[in-house]
């Protein structure tokens, strides 16, 4: 989820954003003001493996961001 932002990011306010692609991506924005995005999903049985894919999943839905919305200045809050 991406930080808070007190300058108009309006733009994209109410908005759901959904790429039915293999793995989906997904993108909305909060009533606060953020945008969170998810997706990559895969199915895990360990949970130690799949906290160790979080933050290459996070830099790579970050890099999908970047590239349909260029302008949006996102700044990761939590994973």
């Known amino acids: 989820m991406g930080e808070r932002f007190e ?7 109410d908005t759901l954003f ?3 692609a293999e793995p989906y991506i ?4 909060t009533d606060d ?3 969170l995005i998810g ?4 199915d895990f049985v360990n949970a130690e493996k799949r906290e160790s894919l979080i933050n290459d999943k996070s830099g ?3 890099k999908y961001l970047k590239k349909i919305l260029p302008d949006y200045d996102f ?3 939590f994973v």
Do not use: A, P, V
């Open 7 to 13: 300058d108009d990011q309006s733009h994209i306010n």
């Open 26 to 29: 997904y993108m909305q924005t």
């Open 75 to 77: 700044r990761m809050d």
């Open 18 to 20: 959904w790429n039915t």
């Open 39 to 42: 997706g990559e999903d895969e």
């Open 60 to 62: 790579k839905l970050t």
């Open 33 to 35: 003001y953020r945008l």
